[in-house]
C-alpha cells in the first residue's frame, strides 16, 4: 500500500492514517521521524486509536535501517536512470506505476536487529 501525494504533511498523513484505518482493523505502522509523523495533530490521531494503530519509530538519523529508502533508490535508478523524461508529469505517471507495480526484492534480514 502507498500513497502518492503532491506535497506531504500533516493532513496528507492523516488522510493516509484514515485509509489504513479503514482497511486494517488492527496495523504497526514503522515510521521515520519526518515532520508530518511528529505533527500534532497526527499524534492526537494516533493517540486516539492506540489500541489499533501500534507506532515504531525508526531510530534517528538511520535512514539505512528504512527499508523505504531501498524502494526510493530502485525507483530513481529505474525510474530516472540519467534519462530526460518528456515532461514532469510523464515523469510523475512513471513513477506511480513503478511504485503501483514493482516487486521490490530486499534482503529483510539486514534491517533486523539481534
Avoid: T
Avoid at 539505512?64 to 536512470?81: F, S, T, Y
Amino acid at each position: 500500500m502507498f500513497a502518492f501525494n503532491e506535497k506531504m504533511n500533516a493532513k496528507a498523513f492523516l488522510k493516509v492514517l484514515y485509509k489504513v484505518k479503514s482497511k486494517f482493523k488492527k496495523v504497526i505502522l514503522i515510521i521515520d521521524r519526518a515532520p508530518w509523523h511528529r505533527a500534532k495533530i497526527v499524534q492526537k490521531y494516533l493517540e486516539k486509536y492506540k489500541d489499533d494503530i501500534k507506532l515504531i519509530w525508526f531510530p534517528r538519523g538511520c535512514p539505512e535501517m528504512n527499508p523505504v529508502e531501498e524502494c526510493w533508490r530502485q525507483a530513481k535508478n529505474e525510474v530516472n536512470g540519467g534519462r530526460v523524461h518528456k515532461s514532469f508529469e510523464v515523469m510523475k505517471k512513471e513513477l506511480r506505476h513503478f511504485l503501483r507495480y514493482k516487486e521490490f526484492k530486499q534482503d529483510m534480514v539486514k534491517y533486523l536487529r539481534p
